[in-house]
T-cell receptor, first 112, second 117 residues
Framework: KNEVEQSPQNLTAQEGEFITINCSYSVGISALHWLQQHPGGGIVSLFMLSSGKKKHGRLIATINIQEKHSSLHITASHPRDSAVYICAVRSNSGGSNYKLTFGKGTLLTVNP | GAVVSQHPSRVICKSGTSVKIECRSLDFQATTMFWYRQFPKKSLMLMATSNEGSKATYEQGVEKDKFLINHASLTLSTLTVTSAHPEDSSFYIC?????????????FGPGTRLTVL
């Protein structure tokens, strides 16, 4: 079992729909990242969070440390949101160089 | 947010040549830089971790003599793929870690697509 599991693997939505991508992890973490990668493109860091909830524009990320679960929500989805969304966790095993463990990503396609 | 750049964004080279990829933190000092490799439709694979002024720490299975990493300053790390072969063709991404805000955030570069003919 991977340390970081994302669901769904693939998601197709119509423009305007509310999107939820889930991430579950099995290790103790100090932080969780949500990343966005467009086809053939680089990675953009959307959020880094260790507790609670963060919001940026139409994107909302939440995390429940006790349940080892995080969600990324996109409100009023748009075709330009089509990308791979990756969850990555940083373990709290100590040390100052924190390695990230990545989920396999969720491919989101938003149709007009 | 902090900006990390990579150069070049794309490179095509002949088999047997060496290719250098630069990773720069533009507006912050990076205590640590990470180099990742990504195969098509796969997630990122950590290759090595580099700290300024010291030798890089390579992940298991990554050949340090093939993938040379130099972290000469707090804003620049380079990855050199030596004697490149077609199987080295991949997307290489760096990230940089900073304590500038009292917190170890990690920021990603835009990636470099290497094609070895």
């Amino acid at each position: 079992k991977n340390e970081v599991e994302q669901s769904p693997q693939n998601l197709t939505a119509q423009e305007g729909e509310f999107i939820t991508i889930n991430c579950s992890y099995s290790v103790g973490i100090s932080a969780l990242h949500w990343l966005q990668q467009h086809p053939g493109g680089g990675i953009v860091s959307l959020f880094m969070l260790s507790s609670g909830k963060k919001k940026h524009g139409r994107l909302i990320a939440t995390i429940n440390i006790q349940e080892k679960h995080s969600s990324l929500h996109i409100t009023a989805s748009h075709p330009r949101d089509s990308a791979v969304y990756i969850c990555a966790v940083r373990s709290n095993s100590g040390g100052s160089n924190y390695k990230l463990t990545f989920g396999k990503g969720t491919l989101l396609t938003v149709n007009p | 947010g902090a900006v990390v750049s990579q150069h070049p964004s794309r490179v095509i080279c002949k088999s047997g040549t060496s290719v250098k990829i630069e990773c720069r933190s533009l507006d912050f000092q990076a205590t640590t830089m990470f180099w990742y490799r990504q195969f098509p439709k796969k997630s990122l694979m950590l290759m090595a971790t580099s700290n300024e002024g010291s030798k890089a720490t390579y992940e298991q299975g990554v050949e340090k003599d093939k993938f040379l990493i130099n972290h000469a300053s707090l804003t620049l790390s380079t990855l050199t793929v030596t004697s490149a072969h077609p199987e080295d063709s991949s997307f290489y991404i760096c990230s940089a870690q900073t304590r500038d805000r009292g917190w170890n955030e990690q920021f990603f570069g835009p990636g470099t697509r290497l094609t070895v003919l």
